[in-house]
């Protein structure tokens, strides 16, 4: 049997499987890699918003990462943190792992508006967990509510957060295009300290729940199969396109990105759709 890249997912549980926990578990197997999943919060929600979140104990998230000793873990993918115990718990986890790549997408607000995190939440962040990763995957939001309010664009900000420790920040433009952007396309810019990279691709109609889940999952599963970063980068990009471009509106609220659109018998259906 051939070895699967193994990635730890350490993020919260969406009942919809939109974002959290089910979508990085289908992005990473669909990209070639196998998921270990581990819950950071429940939460109860639907495709219009987040009604509520249950952060997990931070002792119960340890134990559930000592009891897959017998797993080669060869990325980490984190999400949504909801608590300064959950954080500990996260922080304590990665340190068991150096050297493995770690991508956080930096959860801090649900597409519906609901807060997700805390000013002493954030800071907590920045200070403890950021000096560990290499690669975080912020929205343009996410972006200037990490770095503060001392620097007013995209580059600068990008800037301080590799200032505190940080390897590499992949910038999404899907939530908030830049002002300089097309109106028909959305540009991701990848920041590293030595230089950068921006990425155009087609804008999709309409809003989707759980597009950056999908990335960053893709992204440590591309990783943790060898890949360079740009070449992860580029590979998880094309991917969550393509899973919005087949995505599924259930109702009246956010599209979810279909992620397993290239199971044959999925594609048997596109076409005699």
Same mark, same amino acid.
């Given at each position: 049997?051939?070895?699967?890249? @193994?990635?730890?997912?350490?993020?919260?549980?969406?009942?919809?499987?939109?974002?959290?926990l089910?979508?990085?578990?289908?992005?990473?197997?669909?990209?070639?890699?196998? /998921?270990?999943? +581990? /819950?950071?919060?429940?939460?109860?929600?639907?495709?219009?918003?987040?009604?509520? +979140?249950?952060?997990?104990?931070?002792?119960?998230?340890?134990?559930?990462?000592?009891?897959?000793?017998?797993?080669?873990?060869?990325?980490?993918? +984190?999400?949504?943190?909801?608590?300064?115990?959950?954080?500990d718990?996260?922080?304590?986890? @990665?340190?068991?792992?150096?050297?493995?790549p770690?991508? +956080?997408?930096?959860?801090?607000k649900?597409g519906?508006?609901?807060?997700?995190?805390?000013?002493?939440?954030?800071?907590?962040?920045?200070? &403890?967990?950021?000096?560990?990763?290499?690669?975080?995957? /912020?929205?343009?939001?996410?972006?200037?509510?990490?770095?503060?309010?001392?620097?007013?664009?995209?580059?600068?900000?990008?800037?301080?957060?590799?200032?505190?420790?940080?390897?590499? @920040?992949?910038? $999404?433009g899907?939530?908030?295009?830049?002002?300089?952007?097309?109106?028909?396309?959305?540009?991701? $810019?990848?920041?590293?300290?030595?230089?950068?990279?921006?990425?155009?691709?087609?804008?999709?109609?309409?809003?989707?729940?759980?597009?950056?889940?999908?990335?960053?999952?893709?992204?440590?599963?591309?990783?943790?199969?060898?890949e360079?970063?740009?070449?992860?980068?580029?590979?998880?990009?094309d991917?969550?396109?393509?899973?919005?471009?087949?995505?599924?509106?259930?109702?009246?609220g956010?599209?979810?990105?279909?992620?397993?659109? &290239?199971h /044959?018998?999925l594609?048997?259906?596109?076409?005699?759709?």
């Open positions: 049997m051939r070895h699967l890249p @193994v990635v730890l997912v350490l993020s919260g549980h969406d009942p919809t499987g939109g974002a959290g089910v979508a990085d578990a289908e992005a990473v197997g669909t990209c070639g890699g196998w /998921p270990l999943t +581990v /819950p950071t919060a429940l939460t109860a929600q639907s495709c219009h918003d987040v009604r509520a +979140v249950m952060p997990c104990r931070g002792d119960d998230m340890r134990a559930m990462v000592a009891a897959l000793a017998e797993f080669e873990v060869a990325a980490i993918k +984190v999400g949504l943190i909801a608590s300064l115990e959950s954080l718990a996260v922080v304590d986890i @990665v340190r068991r792992y150096p050297g493995v770690l991508v +956080v997408d930096p959860v801090l649900a519906g508006g609901k807060e997700l995190s805390t000013l002493e939440l954030r800071d907590a962040f920045c200070e &403890r967990l950021l000096p560990l990763v290499d690669i975080l995957t /912020p929205n343009r939001l996410e972006l200037a509510r990490l770095s503060g309010e001392v620097v007013d664009n995209d580059t600068d900000r990008a800037v301080a957060l590799l200032s505190l420790g940080c390897q590499a @920040v992949l910038v $999404t899907t939530d908030a295009p830049r002002e300089d952007t097309l109106p028909d396309q959305v540009v991701h $810019t990848l920041h590293t300290p030595d230089n950068g990279r921006q990425w155009h691709w087609p804008r999709l109609a309409g809003s989707f729940h759980g597009s950056g889940c999908t990335l960053a999952a893709a992204l440590a599963a591309r990783l943790a199969a060898g360079s970063l740009v070449q992860a980068c580029e590979q998880a990009q991917y969550t396109w393509q899973s919005l471009k087949h995505g599924w509106r259930p109702g009246s956010q599209a979810l990105p279909r992620r397993l659109w &290239r /044959p018998d594609a048997n259906q596109q076409d005699s759709s």
